[in-house]
Nanobody, 122 residues
Framework: QVQLVESGGGLVQAGGSLRLSCAAS?????MGWFRQAPGKEREFVAA????????NYADSIRGRFTISRDNAKNTVYLQMDNLKPEDTAVYYC??????????????????WGQGTQVTVST
């Protein structure tokens, strides 16, 4: 079973940046980031295949967030720039056994981290 540990969350002012990291206990394939704000459903943020050939982004963060990975370290990153208050949420990374599609669907992911809080103040 893959264990995922997120880090890098915190409090930042609007317009600022954060970089989230997700360290996996073993080799992973497609990896994704999702987020859940209070009172809302979990939503897709970004995904990346193992080769990084395919990536996918939610429209709400496209152009501001960048997903990347370092397979040698079994780690995936989410660089978040120009943060907005509406980006406030718990951010989760997830691992899929799929390898060809950067899926946007949570049901395609088998393992989930515990989440890291991101709070963007005005």
């Amino acid at each position: 079973q893959v264990q995922l540990v997120e880090s890098g969350g915190g409090l930042v002012q609007a317009g600022g940046s954060l970089r989230l990291s997700c360290a996996a206990s073993e080799r992973t394939f497609t990896m994704g980031w999702f987020r859940q704000a209070p009172g809302k459903e979990r939503e897709f943020v970004a995904a990346i295949t193992r080769s990084a050939t395919n990536t996918n982004y939610a429209d709400s963060i496209r152009g501001r967030f960048t997903i990347s990975r370092d397979n040698a370290k079994n780690t995936v990153y989410l660089q978040m720039d120009n943060l907005k208050p509406e980006d406030t949420a718990v951010y989760y990374c997830a691992s899929s056994t799929g390898y060809s599609t950067a899926s946007v669907y949570p049901w395609d992911y088998n393992y989930w981290g515990q989440g890291t809080q991101v709070t963007v103040s005005t």
